[in-house]
């Protein structure tokens, strides 16, 4: 790989002000995946690097631009009726498996209502809003909802409601179905080989039904396992892109001084993935409401985003991510103030207990940005022990209740109804998951706003309900929301179109061309 | 001779079966359990999705049941599936085997030869300058840890001289066959190799050395120097025969970590080995790769003991087997 561009300078204005050049065919796209997928059948598995190199295999209906408005994919044309109960989606015609076989409607309304029903919980989830799902002829699928769902033109994403082949999974044990090895998908570009421990190669999908796409002719997803070693790999030309997360943050500045060097925190709107400490409303100080105000404005988020994320990234300011739709622009302040953190705290009934703060066993990183944590909340009177734990061990304390103060991040999915709610609604407290409403917040008044906006017609009055439960959220403080966490994607600027929608690398990169 | 390793044998099997109960039960006080940890990735579950994965795994049985069916698929060398890749544990083992024992053989001749070699020459000139600098430098890589020396030789020769290749096993999408391949894989291997075999070279270079000056001291040296023999046949018949034992002794030991021993170098390298496969292994909470992957290595020092004992045996005639 020759240096293009003598400078990153020169190399950031070339990119922003590139003119729209002819897409040139050809080449090889090396790209980082981290950790190994268990399996690459989107469906089966939901995990983050399964998502990336899925996106490349399978397609959805739908895709989503950075401003999280659909666009065509599997459909190119789709209405919603008048009273919102009723969703048409019109399919490509002449698009095939990869084994050869005719991609129909039929394969749609086995993979939603029979496949995916079964095997993912996130969809399970709003699939509970879904009277029927009907193929009236090959080339078009109808949804009827039972009542209006308006977060519902959002769940047609290829990680969310990826489309499977029938006539491999029909009436099969789905997890153990041999061609689970060899996946056949519709997307630009087929399987071809997975060297266990080192890398998964694709190639281009000769039949796609895209006239000329994809334009490169195959792809490598390198398997990489140590960060410093992800890092060298790009360093030595091995690979051309590092999906967001593959290195570390205080290695990026390193990174960038290459030459022929771009750097893009694009394609997670969809995701608007979120961080913030879980504080346990269960038991312990955490249950005392003033305590968990002390916690919010004790925290410099300023400076772990500038000092630990290499000022990627917001801080958070809501609940909501602010590309999630209904974020609300204008609500209190829970900016870091020390003083009124000690306010805050001599109110509570906090009488120096050590409070438990487990990390995100997910790198250096969130390592340090618990001790930061610990600092900010020593400094204002709390007594704090930073818990070890690795993946399995968080997952298990998190899902158990074992904290006063947890890290997470979680993505919303575009919609609050579709990615926050969960996190707050008493209904979602178990015991079992990380994932659910953990802290224990019980609010049943905004318990019954939640409800009442995901099922509320217009999109005014969503906004209205949305911004209410904002307010509401942070003057009670169930958690301390930290960071919108940038994840950026970093690769050779002779690359274009990689990241090209709201949902990133994990929508493939049937777009992306190399320029020679 | 024969008696001897048959009852070594049976020995070893109960051994490895009471390796295989504590290694089950050590593994499954750990907190959290594979589906845990597959849901936790997912980023979203819920009641029904950790139900089915557990009962898909078996781990909605009672301990006792979930340990008797290992051991007995073990005893019958069926070491289970790999929970998270689906595969069989003994081809997973079997699929990343060359690749470990490539690396960790490499790494196990090269800090056997250069070590000796490096230990002798100590010896042989002790107290002077060449002395003090080989000793000075197997102090320094004993006590330097080894991902340290990993993640810098990777930055030196890798990024910054841009000479040999910083990870993995070979390079992807070149597709070499024959002598190509052998040449791309063999320079893949440089770092790691040598990597993995400094701390080696460094104890056999301290051993070597204090051993030989320990041979050297003792009465038939002198009594082979009285007969008129040549240094340099003392040095080879006499003394360094005689040295030896404590370094098969250690060589025993490193060939009893052929298999498991190279976690840190494989990780850092991308070496796709079973010391990785290991390693994932624990952080994914996949049962039965790791006790698989501990199986074979448990398997290994054993057969490797037995080995070392018959090699005392060949080296030092002094030593018999007592019947």
Known sequence: ?516 | MARFILARLVKAVFILLAILVLNFSLIHAAPGDPASVMAGEAGATDEQFLEDLRRRFGLDQPFHVQLWIYIKGAVQLDLGYSYRRGMPVADLIWDRLPATLLLTATAFVISIVFGVIAGVAAAARQGRWSDSIISALALLFYATPLFWVALMAALLFSVVLGWLPGFGYETVGANYTGFARALDIGRHLVLPATTLGLFFTAIYVRMTRASMLEVSRLDFVKTARAKGLSPGVIQRRHILRNALLPVITLAGLQAGQIVGGAVLTETVFAWPGIGRLMFEAISQRDYNVLLGVFFVSAAMVLLFNLITDIVYVIVDPRIRITE
């Open chain 1, 1 to 516: 790989m020759k240096p293009l561009l003598p400078s990153l300078a020169l190399a950031f204005a070339m990119a922003a002000t590139a003119p729209a050049l002819a897409q040139q065919s050809g080449g090889t796209l090396n790209m980082v995946v981290q950790p190994e997928p268990p399996g690459l059948v989107v469906g089966i598995w939901q995990n983050a690097p399964t998502q990336m190199v899925a996106g490349d295999i399978f397609e959805s209906l739908l895709r989503y631009d950075t401003d999280l408005q659909p666009m065509p994919s599997l459909a190119h044309d789709w209405s919603i009726s008048e009273d919102g109960l009723t969703y048409t989606f019109h399919l490509h015609e002449g698009v095939k498996w990869h084994d050869g076989e005719d991609f129909t409607a039929h394969d749609v309304v086995y993979s939603v209502d029979v496949f995916l029903r079964e095997t993912h919980p996130r969809l399970r989830a709003s699939l509970v809003h879904v009277d029927s799902i009907e193929a009236p002829d090959d080339h078009t699928v109808v949804f009827t909802l039972n009542q209006p769902f308006g977060p519902f033109i959002g769940v047609f994403e290829v990680g969310t409601m990826p489309i499977l082949p029938r006539h491999i999974y029909e009436g099969t044990d789905y997890a153990n179905n041999p061609m689970n090895a060899t996946p056949i998908g519709t997307g630009p570009f087929r399987f071809n080989a997975w060297r266990q421990g080192s890398y998964i190669h694709l190639v281009r999908n000769e039949d796609y039904y895209l006239e000329g796409r994809p334009f490169v002719d195959e792809v490598y997803y390198h398997v990489i396992p140590d960060a410093a070693s992800r890092a060298v790999a790009f360093e030595t030309g091995v690979v051309d892109v590092l999906p967001g997360g593959s290195v570390e943050y205080f290695d990026i500045e390193r990174i960038m001084a290459l030459p022929n060097t771009c750097i893009t925190d694009a394609g997670w709107e969809y995701f608007g993935p979120l961080s913030w400490l879980w504080l346990n409303n269960h038991e312990g100080p955490m249950a005392d409401v003033n305590a968990r105000r002390a916690v919010m404005h004790a925290l410099d988020r300023e400076f772990m985003r500038d000092a630990l994320w290499a000022g990627r990234g917001e801080v958070a300011t809501s609940p909501l991510s602010s590309s999630t739709r209904f974020f609300d622009d204008d609500l209190p302040s829970i900016a870091y103030d020390p003083d009124l953190a000690r306010e805050y705290l001599e109110a509570s009934d906090y009488d120096g207990q050590t409070l438990n703060l487990l990390p995100l066993p997910y790198g250096e990183t969130w390592q340090r940005a618990a001790e930061v944590t610990r600092q900010n909340l020593m400094d204002v009177g709390f007594n704090v022990n930073l818990v070890a734990t690795d993946v399995a061990g968080w997952n298990q304390r998190v899902s158990d209740w074992d904290f006063d103060l947890a890290f997470t991040f979680l993505y919303q999915y575009g919609d609050p109804a579709l990615g926050v709610a969960r996190t707050y609604v008493e209904s979602n407290i178990a015991q079992g998951s990380p994932w659910n409403n953990v802290a224990g917040y019980r609010n049943p008044e905004l318990d019954a706003m939640w409800e009442a906006s995901a099922v509320s017609p217009s999109d005014a009055e969503r906004q209205e309900i949305y911004s209410e439960l904002q307010r509401r959220l942070i003057e009670d403080v169930p958690n301390a929301w930290l960071h919108e966490l940038g994840f950026p994607t970093i690769y050779r600027c002779n690359i274009h179109d990689l990241v090209t929608t709201g949902i990133g690398l994990n929508d493939g990169t049937r777009d992306a061309w190399i320029e020679q």
